[in-house]
């Protein structure tokens, strides 16, 4: 398999900023934080195989088969989208009970959380509509995954 020089920039430049990011963190984050940090970090993978992984399997199974295949393409960044927005207004939600300081985030979570979330759906929308305007062209399979001539 040979990779596009687009995707090696890509894989570089995430190299980058995880590398970026690492050095960020062991520097600027006191050392009694970093347990919690690794639990929550564990978390995410925890919730990610559990809810996010299922729940995306069921939609490619059952839901994506029924609409129009210019729209899945939105639908499966929708649902990733909505998937991880739920995820954080849990977070969210359960936070703000315990908040020390009424100032740091004026605005009720319930608002920011319902204008994300209309902002998702304008997004979907919109990635639905210019997929059903972009031009058809016929898609040519990947010769690696054509079945081989056996003897």
């Not at 090696?8 to 006191?30: K, M, N, Q």
């Amino acid at each position: 398999m040979r990779w596009s020089a687009g995707r090696l920039a890509l894989l570089g430049f995430g190299v980058a900023l995880v590398g970026v990011g690492a050095v960020v963190g062991l520097t600027s984050i006191p050392q009694r934080q970093w347990p919690g940090i690794v639990l929550w970090m564990a978390g995410g993978v925890a919730v990610h195989d559990a809810v996010l992984a299922p729940i995306a399997v069921l939609l490619g199974l059952v839901v994506l088969p029924r609409v129009r295949p210019a729209w899945r393409p939105a639908l499966r960044a929708g649902a990733l989208g909505a998937g991880v927005l739920a995820i954080f207004a849990v977070v969210i939600v359960g936070a703000s009970s315990r908040r020390r300081n009424d100032s740091v985030v004026p605005v009720a979570p319930t608002t920011s959380l319902a204008l994300a979330g209309a902002a998702l759906l304008l997004a979907v929308l919109v990635g639905a509509v210019v997929g059903s305007l972009a031009p058809r062209r016929p898609a040519e399979p990947d010769p690696d995954l054509l079945p081989r001539e056996t003897d």
